[in-house]
């Protein structure tokens, strides 16, 4: 029998434990709004709560059958970090890149895939907007602060349609507040001189919302020569007229930092804060904006759309030297990217089926860059090694259906092509040079979930994302003659979630992900090209499980077991068959445990740990990087409006490093000791 779907709307709020001053009232007139994947066919895992305003349901992850892990905002907004990126901790199976060089800092990596050089394989979003520089690289995030986030969703594996270009391993989407009448202010004091300031604050009278954040940061860091300034400003505005919301986003971040370089093996573990003198002028500056309008449209009972246009840019100017035996250089990156995504979902009713979604959507993005580089003297310019101009131009689409024959049982088929145009410039040579003919890039994607009970879901998936070069490894150029074809990455993935009321969430998941001539990162050398590591694979398990076994007590916990292995090296180095690949740990794993004897009273425990990983493909300089930290918190609640909190990170006062080998040594950057921090919060 056919069931009826409500009228449409836009996707209904979902809002679980959060204050009221935190809630955005609907920006779209409400109706009851179908839920292509209910609660109890859902692979979604949350951590926190989350609280997500109406916004359209095209583009939403309750129709991607895979793995899809929610930070919760309220856990989000509480931490003191140097960079958003490191929030990313919480989430099950990510590991973090901790280069800690002033704007350079890091980044987040998942499903086997490293940190490393200038490719990432995870699409970043704030908002929808495509937030990658060209290198896939996550410099987009910065301009996010923690108490502007009311949710972080995190997709892993290939089996989403929804986005090509960087996708290669999964997509991240942060989401920040839009909509309500709220005044949320933080004051954080601590360890190494910092001190952050953020205020998020939102009006809404009639349709009309007004939404701005303010971020303010600087602290002297760990260690010597690492002083950081950062300011980041955002302001939203959307109107509603019924079941069309009209709104523009601007986000700007400026930020200045020192960068203490690396130290030898000689003093990692004797002088963790020392910064040698050939580092005492490197550092740099990083400016960042991001311009979107957004539309989000009810057509019909049964039809909505959404589009979003924008426009990123970047300014990255860095000065650095990474070791006594090199020269320092500048490094300036500009970067303008335009874009705009657009989505059509459709609720046919079909009598001998138990529900039908069906959605189409396509993204496209014209990317303008520069890429220069001088060697320097104490930052004075003696020669110019790079003056690289290229244009970039992706744009794809896909169509996704969500068929349930019954109400146990969801099919979901998709098909993804993506296309790829541009042209290169060395201005240094007097050349040009085409894009390389990647033809159009096919990404057929099939996802499978049954509920056999209510509580247990079992899914399952198949798909390919793509890579392709960045910067001058995009392009033909010489003494390049042949096209390179895109790496093919093809994944599965097979796993079971089992919900019992809102006390017990677990989910396991077996997957793996093959790639076919990988390419691992993009050269520092003065031609910009990228090396080939070739075909690459990819497997492992995660668990995953949230424990609630009484109000006052919140436990969560997650592991990741992970191999990545070169199966068939580049010819050049055919000694690195069989091979791990560099910087992924096998183990990954983090677990907390949140405490509310009172209502006035929060006392939580969280950590999160890997093991080591190999420095470099051929898999000669040992291995490094492991650890387990621990980081504690108390909040105390003076008023309703007022509370008081301290953070200890570290608290084991943990000696952990991120590590790499230069070709000629291993190089370490000391991660922060045992530290203490302080808050206010005022909430109105």
Not at 366 to 376: A, C, E, G, I, Y
Not at 509 to 533: C, F, H, I, M, Y
Not at 540 to 553: A, E, F, H, N, Y
């Amino acid at each position: 029998m056919f069931r009826t779907p409500p009228p449409f709307g836009a996707a209904m709020a979902v809002v679980l434990a959060v204050p009221a001053c935190l809630v955005a009232p609907p920006a779209v007139a409400q109706t009851t709004a179908p839920t292509p994947a209910p609660a109890d066919t859902d692979t979604r895992f949350t951590i926190g709560d989350v609280v997500v305003t109406a916004r359209s349901m095209a583009r939403s992850t309750e129709t991607i059958l895979t793995s899809v892990d929610i930070l919760g905002g309220d856990i989000a907004q509480r931490q003191s970090v140097d960079n958003t990126w490191e929030l990313f901790a919480r989430l099950p199976g990510v590991v973090l890149t901790d280069f800690n060089q002033g704007t350079t800092s890091g980044r987040f990596s998942i499903r086997g895939f490293n940190g490393e050089g200038e490719i990432n394989a995870v699409k970043l979003m704030i908002d929808g907007i495509p937030s990658n520089d060209n290198a896939g690289g996550m410099t987009g995030i910065d301009m996010v602060s923690p108490l502007d986030i009311a949710a972080i969703e995190l997709v892993r594996g290939t089996a989403d349609p929804r986005w090509g270009l960087n996708a290669i391993a999964g997509s991240a989407n942060i989401l920040t507040r839009i909509g309500g009448t709220y005044l949320d202010a933080r004051l954080i004091g601590g360890a190494f001189g910092t001190v952050d300031g953020q205020v998020s604050a939102g009006v809404e009278r009639g349709g009309f919302s007004q939404n701005y954040l303010v971020g303010y940061r600087r602290t002297d860091a760990y260690r010597d020569h690492a002083d950081l300034d950062r300011l980041n400003l955002a302001g939203k505005w959307f109107y509603d007229f019924g079941s069309t919301r009209l709104g523009a986003i601007v986000r700007y971040s400026t930020a200045t930092a020192d960068e203490p370089g690396y130290l030898t093996d000689a003093n990692a573990y004797t002088d963790r804060t020392r910064s040698y003198a050939v580092s005492e002028t490197d550092g740099g500056t990083r400016k960042i904006g991001q311009y979107s309008l957004h539309l989000d449209s009810d057509l019909a009972d049964t039809l909505a759309f959404s589009a979003k246009g924008y426009a990123n840019s970047l300014h990255d100017d860095r000065y650095v030297r990474f070791s006594a035996s090199v020269p320092q250089q500048r490094r300036l990156t500009e970067e303008w990217q335009y874009g705009a995504t657009a989505a059509l979902h459709y609720h046919p009713r079909v009598d001998f089926l138990h529900g039908l979604m069906v959605e189409a959507g396509g993204d496209v993005q014209v990317q303008d860059n520069k890429s220069l580089r001088w060697l320097t003297d104490r930052r004075t310019l003696t020669r110019q090694t790079r003056d690289q101009g290229f244009g970039l131009t992706v744009y794809g689409g896909y169509l996704q259906a969500v068929i349930e024959p019954t109400d146990w049982l969801k099919i979901t088929p998709a098909w993804r092509l993506d296309r790829v145009a541009g042209d290169f410039t060395n201005r240094l040579a007097g050349t040009t040079a085409p894009i390389n003919d990647y033809g159009t890039i096919s990404q057929p994607k099939l996802s499978v979930a049954i509920t056999p009970v209510t509580g247990v879901t079992a899914y399952a998936n198949y798909g390919r994302t793509f890579q392709i070069g960045a910067g001058s490894g995009a392009y033909l150029v010489p003494p390049r003659t042949t096209d390179v074809a895109p790496s093919i990455n093809e994944g599965y993935e097979a796993g079971i979630k089992l919900t019992r009321g809102r006390w017990l969430e677990a989910r396991v998941a077996l997957w793996q992900q093959t790639a076919s001539g990988e390419l691992k990162r993009r050269l520092n050398d003065p031609s910009g090209d990228v090396d080939n590591l070739g075909r690459t694979r990819r497997r492992g398990i995660d668990l995953q499980l949230d424990l609630k076994p009484v109000r006052t007590v919140a436990l969560w916990g997650s592991y990741s077991h992970q191999t990545a292995r070169i199966v068939t090296p580049d010819p050049a180095t055919p000694s690195q068959a069989g091979n791990a690949i560099d910087h992924v740990p096998q183990n990954v794993f983090s677990g907390g445990l949140d405490v509310t004897p009172d209502p006035k009273l929060r006392l939580s425990l969280w950590g999160n740990g890997q093991s080591s990983y190999e420095l470099d493909p051929a898999n000669t300089q040992g291995r490094y990087g492991d650890y387990v930290v621990l980081n504690a918190e108390v909040a105390y609640k003076l008023t309703p409006r007022i509370e008081i909190s301290a953070q200890l990170k570290n608290l084991a006062n943990e000696r952990y490093e991120y590590v790499w080998y230069d070709g000629t040594q291993r190089l370490h950057a000391p991660a922060d000791p045992r530290s203490l921090f302080g808050a206010v919060r005022l909430t109105l």
